[in-house]
C-alpha cells in the first residue's frame, strides 16, 4: 500500500513515527498520524486542519493529557497500533473512491476521521473541530480542477526473495536507486532527506505487513 503514497503522504508516516519517539511511546497510533498531518509539509491536509482551528502545539498537548508520556526511549522499530493501521487502509478506500490510484495526505486525513474511535479523531472533537464541515472541506479540495500538485509515488525496485530493505548485504548505504542503476550523482539535501525517508518508510511497511501493534488507540 506504501508503494501508492506521494512523497507528501509517507512523510505524514514519517513524522507520525517521529512524534511518537519524541513522546516516548512504544507505539504508532491515531494520535500520532494527527500530528504527523499537522507538520507543516503535509500540503492540503495542514491547510484544511489549521483552517478547522487546530494546531499542532493544541494537538501535542491534548496528546500528552489523555496518552500522557513514555517513561523510556521506545525501541527503534516502533508498532503501529491496530487503529493507526485501520487509518491506513481507509485512506486507500478513501483514494479508490476518488479514482486515484496514489494516496495524499489528504486522503489519510479522511481516514482518520472515518477511524472514529481512535484517539486522533478524539482530539479533533475535543478541540471543537467540526468533522462533518472538515470532511466536507477536504473532499471539495479533492474534486478541484486543479489541487496543488504534489509528488507522484514511485514504486520501490523488486528486490530477491528474502532481502530487506536498501541495507542489504553488500549495499552499505547505498540509495534504493543505485541498487538497481548503479552509482548516482552527488545528492542534493532533498534528495538525502527523501532518501532517509525511503528507507524508514521500507522499516515501516514491515511492521504494517508483519508487526502486531500494541493497544487500540
Known amino acids: 500500500m506504501l508503494e501508492r503514497f506521494t512523497d507528501t503522504a509517507r512523510r505524514v508516516v514519517v513524522h507520525a513515527q517521529e512524534e511518537a519517539h519524541a513522546l516516548e511511546h512504544g507505539h504508532i497510533g491515531t494520535e500520532h498520524l494527527l500530528l504527523g498531518l499537522l507538520r507543516g509539509d503535509t500540503d492540503g491536509a495542514v491547510r484544511a486542519l489549521d483552517a478547522a482551528g487546530l494546531t499542532l502545539d493544541t494537538a501535542r498537548g491534548d496528546v500528552e493529557e489523555l496518552v500522557g508520556r513514555g517513561t523510556a526511549p521506545p525501541d527503534t522499530e516502533v508498532p503501529f497500533t491496530p487503529r493507526a493501521k485501520k487509518v491506513l487502509e481507509l485512506s486507500l478506500r478513501e483514494a479508490l473512491q476518488f479514482g486515484h490510484d496514489y494516496i495524499r495526505s489528504e486522503h489519510i486525513l479522511l481516514g482518520l476521521m472515518r477511524e472514529t474511535e481512535g484517539t486522533g479523531a478524539r482530539i479533533l472533537r475535543r478541540c471543537g473541530v467540526d468533522t462533518l464541515e472538515l470532511r466536507r472541506d477536504v473532499m471539495t479540495f479533492l474534486r478541484s480542477p486543479e489541487p496543488p500538485p504534489d509528488e507522484p509515488p514511485t514504486a ?62
Not at 166 to 178: F, H
Not at 193 to 217: F, N, Q, T, V, Y
Request: charged share 30%.
Open 156 to 217: 520501490p525496485p523488486v528486490r530477491p526473495a528474502g532481502e530487506e530493505g536498501p541495507r542489504a548485504a553488500g549495499e552499505g548505504s547505498r540509495s534504493a536507486a543505485e541498487h538497481v542503476t548503479g552509482p548516482q550523482p552527488p545528492e542534493t539535501a532533498i534528495e538525502r532527506r527523501l532518501s532517509a525517508i525511503e528507507h524508514r518508510l521500507e522499516r515501516i511497511e514491515r511492521l504494517l505487513r508483519d508487526g502486531p501493534g500494541p493497544g487500540s488507540a
